[in-house]
């Protein structure tokens, strides 16, 4: 405050209550609680997500998130699938990362099939790549997201543009860019393309670029840290009860990562650390994914050092297609090739819970077989519907401009969320 | 990997409270008496031993054609011992509902909320039990496997005497 601006108690503006004089020194402004919708069209709320508020000035007093906008009855359909035509919906779960869904999805079904540990290893590499990827562009578009309702504008446009390098590659390599369905039952469906490791060392170059003008952008504005330093604090306690992973939860101080504690695919052979917050807010959160970018494109430079050349599906007719070729040529291919498309791969009976290191944190799959070529419940965990709960419990008390980044950094998304 | 949690829940409860329990593709399940559903879970997350303290996943199955008929399914984890074990208990089909375990773990409210929404368990004690994904005027709950994949039911106000669609069963 300026030295000449006048004191507090010199100037008062008292609204119907009689003189200023009569009210007690610290007597704030009279309010009452009004309600107020926030979404579920609302430029902040980017996920189709209504919240019911109660607010007291500007305060929050209480707050009803309402979720399901986006619900399209994933488990409905894929009950009405086989096996291999679920990829596209999980293409729409996390639409923004959706490889890793692919992969969350393919793991499931290979440990029902007890064939989990005879994929082969290039496509495991593979999966750990565009995975990797995937992860890259999710956190990308949760921090331009953010920013841009914070009203740093360039931060998106940098952002995004290093997304859409990454996203480009992808369509290179699935033929879409950003629905990709490329992963199959053991293994993936396309190898990648020749120059795909030249190319994504190109983009990882100028991808940390991006990232490090956007550190410089963010991390020391003024602007930016008096939004995010010490609001929407999660404790670790709260993580654990609220059952939050990923990113939130790390940010907590739940150093709980799948791809450390539980290690799948080929992630116990890559060096790569695990970063967690200490204080739980929203910058721990925006903090926590700079880092796990930096960390993911550790992962790929290793993954691309070290990829191993081989078969990028598993040669067993019971899950894989057969080639082309022999399916127009021999009587055995094209009634396999038939019965796979028609009657779907034979899972045998039984139930699995597998779980992944999704954008957003735990991504599980709960399926049971009933040994058909179809899933009796094809269950999926989403990590943000855990995530977007504990809103309930953060928001109040906070301020209704204290919503938009709080909201930006749990990073709810819809497709997943409402499923 | 999670052996120790059957080993100690054989220790701790009786056979009519734990029914059933076993182990396939590396995950450790077991059985609950429906009555003793809150008990075995919360003895689980304050049991030293087991430690299963962090909510993972709550959902329901519907096995048609089974008695029981409705199965509700409960995921955890310990975070310090890095164990997981699943929990089930059978909920008949006249009346599925079972206690709510939301004073545990708060996380499990949007899940018992969505299992209700879906599947039309309740889940007693629960503090809003109402539908979070399907809108509060949808009739039914879609998930259960004798509810039609196909048809409509458009959000209209249905007044006495308008010609409407039939709404699902």
């Known amino acids: 405050m300026n030295d000449h601006a006048p004191s507090p108690t010199s100037r008062r503006v008292v609204m119907g209550f009689g003189d200023a004089a009569n009210l007690p020194e610290d007597d704030e402004l009279p309010t009452e609680s009004m309600p107020l919708n926030m979404g579920p069209s609302h430029p902040a709320m980017h996920g189709t997500v209504r919240m019911v508020l109660e607010v007291e000035g500007e305060k929050v007093r209480t707050v009803d998130v309402q979720i399901g906008f986006l619900h399209r009855c994933f488990e409905k359909e894929a009950e009405n699938a086989t096996w291999t035509q679920i990829f596209p919906y999980t293409d729409r779960l996390n639409y923004v990362s959706p490889m ?54 360039t931060v998106f446009f940098y952002l995004m543009k290093a997304r859409e390098w990454l996203w480009e590659l992808l369509e290179e390599v699935s033929g879409a860019r950003l629905t990709h369905s ?29 990232i490090a003008d956007v550190d410089k952008m963010l991390t020391s504005n003024r602007i930016f840290r008096d939004r995010m330093d010490g609001i929407g604090i999660i404790t670790r306690d709260d993580a654990i009860g609220w059952g939050l992973t990923g990113p939130v939860g790390r940010s907590a101080g739940l150093a709980y990562d799948v791809r450390k504690d539980h290690p799948y695919l080929v992630y116990d052979r890559f060096d790569f650390d695990v970063p967690v917050g200490s204080v739980g807010d929203n910058f721990d959160r925006y903090a926590v994914r700079l880092e796990e970018m930096r960390q993911s494109m550790r992962i790929l430079e290793q993954a691309m050092d070290r990829l191993p050349a081989g078969p990028i599906l598993l040669d067993d007719a019971r899950v894989a297609l057969p080639p082309k070729r022999e399916v127009y040529n021999t009587i055995e291919s094209m009634i396999a090739h038939f019965k796979l498309i028609m009657d779907g791969i034979v899972v045998p009976p039984g139930e699995i819970y597998s779980f992944t290191e999704g954008g957003n944190g735990e991504l599980g799959f709960y399926i049971v077989s009933d040994g058909t070529g179809r899933p009796w419940k094809c269950r999926v965990r989403p990590p943000c519907f855990a995530n977007t709960a504990v809103l309930n419990k953060i928001l109040p008390g906070l301020f209704i401009a204290d919503i938009v980044p709080t909201f930006g950094m749990i990073n709810m998304i819809g497709g997943e969320c409402d499923r | ?27 450790e399940w077991a059985r609950v008496n429906p009555a003793h559903w809150r008990g075995v879970a919360q003895f689980l997350r304050d049991d030293p031993v087991t430690a299963l303290n962090m909510f993972i996943d709550l959902t329901c199955v519907d096995r048609l054609g089974r008695t029981p008929r409705f199965d509700v399914v409960l995921h955890l984890y310990s975070v310090d011992k890095k164990h997981r074990v699943r929990l089930l208990a059978g909920l008949p089909e006249d009346d599925p509902s079972v206690d709510s375990v939301v004073g545990l773990w708060p996380g499990a409210n949007w899940f018992e909320r969505e299992a209700f929404d879906l599947y039309g368990v309740r889940f007693l004690d629960h503090p809003d039990l109402r539908r979070i994904l399907m809108y509060p005027e949808f009739v039914g709950h879609p998930l259960r496997k004798d509810f039609p994949k196909e048809g409509r039911q458009p959000l209209l106000r249905r007044f006495p005497g308008s010609v409407d669609e039939e709404p699902a069963p």
């Open chain 1, 182 to 210: 490329y992963v199959r039952i053991g293994g993936v469906v396309a190898d990648l393309t020749d120059d795909f490791c030249p190319k994504l060392r190109d983009i990882l170059g100028r991808c940390r670029a991006a």
């Open chain 2, 1 to 27: 990997m999670a052996k120790i949690v059957l080993d100690r829940l054989a220790e701790q409860f009786v056979a009519g409270e734990i029914t059933e329990t076993g182990s396939q593709h590396g995950n």
């Open chain 1, 100 to 153: 890793l869904c692919n992969v969350g999805y393919a793991l499931a079904v290979e440990k029902l099939l007890d064939i989990d540990d005879k994929i082969p290893e290039r496509a495991q590499f593979i999966r750990v790549i565009v995975g990797e990827i995937s992860r890259l562009t999710d956190h990308l578009t949760c921090l331009a997201a953010s920013a841009m309702e914070l009203a740093a504008f």
